[in-house]
């Protein structure tokens, strides 16, 4: 675990490009503040520790989780907080993965990008001809 994190539960949150995307609802622990270098520092060590389909996307402090009278954490109502303050003014501060796009890099760590096609015309040309070329 991260070591300003107290404690964290993840919820669905619809997102315009993936329909629903992973956001992490985090309370610190006592002697570290909300930041957007603190952000960073949680989405680089999500990158590190989690698959690209556990990762949160985004990340919203908050003082402590909603909690039932046994101690377990209200997702529901997580969810339905998020619901109705979104797009509110004076709505807590959420960081999104992809506004730290740059310090994040692409890809997982270590992953390189795949190389460049070669003889892409060529390629596009014969996939064409195979394509429109019927057995008689």
């Known amino acids: 675990p991260h070591p300003a994190v107290a404690e964290a539960a993840v919820v669905p949150c ?9 956001k992490a609802f985090i309370a610190l622990r006592p002697g570290h503040a909300p930041s957007a270098e603190l952000a960073l520092d949680l989405f680089r060590f999500c990158r590190h520790a989690l698959a690209p389909y556990k990762r949160p996307r985004r990340i919203e402090f908050m003082d402590e989780l909603l909690k039932t009278i046994s101690g377990k954490i209200k997702r529901a109502e997580l969810r339905r907080y998020d619901d109705a303050s979104r797009g509110q003014p004076g709505r807590r501060v959420e960081y999104r993965e992809c506004d730290f796009a740059e310090a994040l890099g692409a890809g997982r760590p270590g992953a390189s990008a795949p190389p460049p096609q070669k003889n892409f015309k060529l390629r596009l040309a014969f996939e064409q001809q195979c394509v429109t070329v019927r057995p008689t």
């Open 14 to 22: 619809p997102d315009e490009a993936r329909g629903f995307v992973p």
